[in-house]
């Protein structure tokens, strides 16, 4: 089976189900359908990153669809990815422009596997002749964060799930992706009785009654509204969605 290594933590956010476009200078004639990927043997470090993708990280961590940063696995078959098109113009927030980022990677039904397979990765689109795509091995199937009414269902990591207690509060970054699933257009929280938490590697749940829901305007280190840039140089306020369950 064809395998695609990628430096972390992008790798992991692939299979994640985060990162929808791998930026590279080169393309291959047809787009290879589904496709092993391979993390690199290096992650770029989290403090490098801008706030716009650290935020989009940090939500991943908090639902579970990204280990913590020091259990990101390194130089491993961590799941696998459908490349379906290349294109050099693309609306995705991970599209990058310029030297080494012409080709962007279409991907589509990534996944995560439940355990990362130690193997050395090469250049290119390489074979791992061991793993065949008809006999992958087992992969999560991560939930997602929705609305059912007044109900919202989140997904979360472990270690989160397993302190879960009453009278407590679970904070996400608000983002374009998910802020119509707790406010309407002028960012007023919507009405909300329960919250079900998912453990979104084993699909235990745990519900409570919502207190409130509560958006919180983060500040910089001079009290005044932080702020940040999304890829196209756009100036963004950055909010959090605070959940008060009981």
Known sequence: MKCLSIQQPWASL??????????????????????????????????????????????????????????????????????????????????????????????????????PIPYRGRQGLFQVPEIDADNLPEAYDFPKIARRGAILDIPVNGEVFNTLEANECFTLYLTEANRSLFTDDELVELPTDAVVFYDSRTGHSRKFVVDQLVVHEEVDENNEPALFFDPNGNELYLYTINIYYK
Request: hydrophobic share 40%; with cysteine.
């Open 14 to 115: 692939i299979c994640g189900g985060i990162k929808d476009v791998e930026n590279r200078s080169w393309r291959v004639n047809d787009a290879p359908g589904r496709i092993l990927i391979h993390a690199g043997k290096t992650m770029r470090p989290m403090g490098e990153l801008p706030t716009f993708f650290g935020v989009l990280i940090d939500n991943a961590i908090a639902c579970g669809y990204v280990p913590e940063v020091e259990d990101i696995p390194l130089e491993a078959i961590i799941g696998y990815a459908d490349i379906v098109g290349f294109t050099e113009e693309c609306t995705s927030d991970w599209a990058q422009e310029g030297h080494g980022a012409e080709w962007k990677w279409q991907i589509e039904n990534a996944k995560l596997f439940k355990s």
